[in-house]
Structure formats: structure tokens, C-alpha cells
């Protein structure tokens, strides 16, 4: 999906939506200037459309790559319902070897953990009736999520960057409940 945009009285682009969220980011566009795309039919400020508003409101507050969080948001957006919405995303700190790290997306009917190995990415589906606990560690090694589900199964993710493991911890406890 490609954009416009109209700033400083000037069309500009096309650009992606993984384009935009790092402009947006880095501050070389605001969430007032006005961009168009074919299928909204006429130019929108940036904070009114959908895609990119979920992903700068929920998931970029803690300091995540906003390519990253797009890729992870465009990945998301083909998994989850229609009337899903994507509320935070949390991703694992860069690994030297791993190519894409692992991530968990908090929705508001359930918790998706995406893992990615050699073979690809691997899917795990958390519905929130099925969540018994979240907890977050902080050790010598680094950071954990966990959660256990209700069959006393217990997940974890590591190395997510601690503001956004006590966000995700926040609003899944939240969620939860």
C-alpha cells in the first residue's frame, strides 16, 4: 500500500507505510499532515487512518524499530478478525544470529506470540479466558515474559527491552481480567 502526502504545500511520494511510521518517528512528518491513499478516496490527516494510527499509538511508545513494528503489524493484520484490534506490540532486542527477532501482540480478544526460527515463523494463539498468569523477570540474562495458560503450560518470551515488557505485562494483566 503506497501513500501521498501534502506537506509545506507540496504532494510528496508515494511512500509505504513502513516509510511513513519511520518519517513519523523521526519527526520529518507530523500525524496532522495530510496524506491520501486510493482506497480512503481523499486526503486524511496521518492520525486518522486506521493502519498507521494502531501502530504508532500502541506499539511505538517504548522505543521499537517502527520498521519493525510495521512488518510485525502488516504480519498481524492478515492473522487476526475484522473486528480484532492490535492494542501493543513488543519485540525481542536485535540477536546477532536471528535474522527477525520474536514477538508478542496483545489484542483485544487474545495474546499472539510470533516466533521466528530457520524454517520461519510460528504462531502461538493465547485466547484471554485461557490466560491464568502474566508475570515479567529481570535477571543477569536479561528480561522474560511469561504466562501460563489454563492447563498449567508455561510460555515464555526473553530479551524483550524492559519498558516494553512492563507495558506488555500492564496491559495484559489488564486484559485479562
Known amino acids: 500500500m503506497e501513500f501521498l ?6 504532494q510528496q511520494g508515494p511512500y509505504t507505510e513502513e516509510h511513513l511510521l519511520q518519517m513519523l518517528q523521526e519527526g520529518t512528518i507530523a500525524r496532522t499532515d495530510l496524506i ?16 498507521v494510527e494502531e501502530a504508532l499509538t500502541h506499539s511505538m511508545d517504548e522505543g521499537q524499530d517502527p520498521v519493525m513494528i510495521a512488518e510485525i503489524y502488516k504480519q498481524m493484520d492478515g492473522i487476526i478478525s475484522s473486528h480484532e484490534q492490535i492494542y501493543y ?3 525481542q532486542k536485535p540477536k546477532m544470529l536471528k535474522h527477525k527477532p520474536d514477538c508478542v501482540v496483545i489484542t483485544n480478544e487474545r495474546l499472539i506470540i510470533n516466533r521466528q526460527g530457520l524454517g520461519g ?9 485461557d490466560i ?3 508475570q515479567m523477570s529481570e535477571g543477569i540474562m536479561g528480561t522474560t515474559f511469561r504466562l501460563k495458560d489454563h492447563h498449567d503450560h508455561l510460555v515464555q518470551v526473553d530479551d524483550l527491552p524492559k519498558p516494553q515488557l512492563e507495558k506488555l505485562c500492564k496491559l495484559a494483566q489488564e486484559l485479562r481480567t
Do not use: C, T
Not at 502526502?5 to 507540496?10: A, G, L, S, V, Y
Not at 491520501?36 to 493502519?51: A, D, M, N, T
Open 36 to 51: 491520501y491513499h486510493e482506497s480512503h478516496g481523499e486526503w486524511r490527516p496521518l492520525e486518522q487512518v486506521f493502519e
Open 89 to 91: 506490540i513488543a519485540h
Open 5 to 10: 502526502i501534502f506537506k509545506d504545500n507540496e
Open 121 to 129: 515463523s510460528r504462531v502461538e494463539d493465547y485466547q484471554w479466558k
Open 132 to 134: 491464568m498468569s502474566v
